[in-house]
């Protein structure tokens, strides 16, 4: 994808989320190795009649010395994903399962668009949930895979542990790409999660605020061989 068509993609994505009230913001800091910055995330879901829509959007804001230096980290930059299920038998005996199209992009060139479905779990009073997915890959641009599957789960567990207001939430993701490392050695598949933990903090901020943070988890991503840990501190804004 261009500079400029991604520009373009990104303002159409914000405008959408102003008239749509995006329904949080979270902002976090990455105490991961060499990477000390801030990243903002913007965040959407609805349901309807027809389906239901999610996007977000993440920026990774430069730390200082790269600013002061001119010296980009490759983390550096926007990516963001919106998906669309769309379901016409909502009433009937499938109403969990879903078609699902998705694409996914970055201000570093690369592009997925994903094909497939995805099944709806959830407990009596929707308070737990869990959604899997399975798709095909297209990729456009920077990247290529040979096995062009992704395959991703996404949970949220209210009141954990019975705590008023404690929240897990996350998802996990396997693909496969091509990716080529810095030693030469290359690797068929990527994994990545990133867990959650948010406490509201109730009548203070009229249960707008939450606090608490995320890990994120990787095998062979954004570049880099084999297992890392990234934790996060932040904060989330719903609104």
Not at 74 to 94: K, M, S, V
Not at 157 to 167: D, Q, R, S
Request: charged share 15%; with cysteine.
């Amino acid at each position: 994808m261009s500079k400029k068509l991604f520009i373009a993609a990104a303002v159409a994505v914000l405008a959408f989320a102003q008239g749509a009230k995006a329904q949080n913001v979270q902002v976090f800091y990455d105490f991961g190795k060499d990477r000390n910055y801030i990243t903002t995330t913007f965040e959407m879901f609805k349901p309807d009649k027809f389906g239901d829509t999610f996007w977000f959007i993440d920026h990774n804001f430069a730390t200082a010395d790269q600013r002061k230096t001119g010296v980009a980290s490759a983390y550096n930059g926007t990516y963001f994903e919106i998906e669309r299920g769309l379901n016409f038998w909502q009433d009937t005996a499938l109403k969990d399962l879903s078609a699902h199209v998705e694409y996914d992009g970055s201000s570093w060139g690369a592009g997925i668009l994903c094909l497939g479905a995805k099944y709806f779990l959830h407990s009596a009073d929707y308070n737990n949930t869990l959604t899997l997915y399975l798709m095909y890959d297209q990729h456009f641009g920077v990247g290529s895979a040979d096995i062009p599957v992704k395959f991703s789960a996404v949970w949220g567990l209210g009141n954990l542990f019975g705590v008023k207001g404690l929240t897990f939430k996350g998802f996990a993701d396997v693909w496969g790409n091509n990716s080529v490392f810095g030693d030469g050695s290359t690797a068929k598949f990527s994994i990545l999660t990133e867990p959650q933990l948010w406490m509201n903090l109730g009548t203070i901020f009229d249960n707008h605020l939450d606090i608490g943070g995320e890990v994120e988890l990787s095998y062979n991503f954004a570049g880099n061989k084999g297992f890392m840990c990234n934790p996060c501190a932040g904060l989330r804004w719903t609104f």
